[in-house]
C-alpha cells in the first residue's frame, strides 16, 4: 500500500496535519510503498524467544547438555514448566534432545538458532 492510500483514509484534520509535516520537513515520497507484512517465522521465532525462562535456557545450553532436573534449579522454576518450554523449543527445532535411560538431555541448536536470526536479518534488511 502506498503512503498517499493510506493518507486518503485519514480524517480531513489528520490528513492536513500530515501533509503539512511533509512539505516542511520532506520526509516521505507519497507513492513509496509501505511494507509491513513480516515472514510468519519471524514471528514465531520472536514470540517464542521473548519469553524470558525459553531464551534463559537458549543461553544456558547454547556449549552443554543438560536435564531438565538441572536447568528447573538453575532458573529456579518446577521441572513441568521448564519441560513445558523445552517442548515449544524442540517444536521450532531450537533445541537438540537426547536420552539416556530415564533421563532426557537438551541442548540449544545453534545452527538453527542462527537460521531465524538470518531470516530476522533478511526481513529487516540489516546488513551485517
Known sequence: MKISELMAKLKER??????????????????????????????????????PIRISILKMLRNKWMC????????????????????SLREMNLVFERREGKL??????????????KLINEEFEIEA
Request: proline share 0%; hydrophobic share 35%; with cysteine.
Open 14 to 51: 489528520q490528513r492536513r496535519t500530515v501533509q503539512s509535516c511533509l512539505k516542511q520537513c520532506g520526509i516521505m515520497d507519497l507513492e513509496e510503498e509501505v511494507d509491513y507484512e513480516v515472514n510468519k517465522e519471524v514471528i514465531r521465532f520472536l514470540k517464542l524467544i521473548s519469553n
Open 104 to 117: 532426557k538431555f537438551y541442548r540449544t541448536n545453534l545452527e538453527e538458532f542462527k537460521k531465524y536470526l
Open 68 to 87: 531438565v532436573c538441572l536447568i528447573s534449579q538453575a532458573l529456579e522454576q518446577d521441572q513441568t514448566l521448564i519441560s513445558h518450554h523445552l517442548r
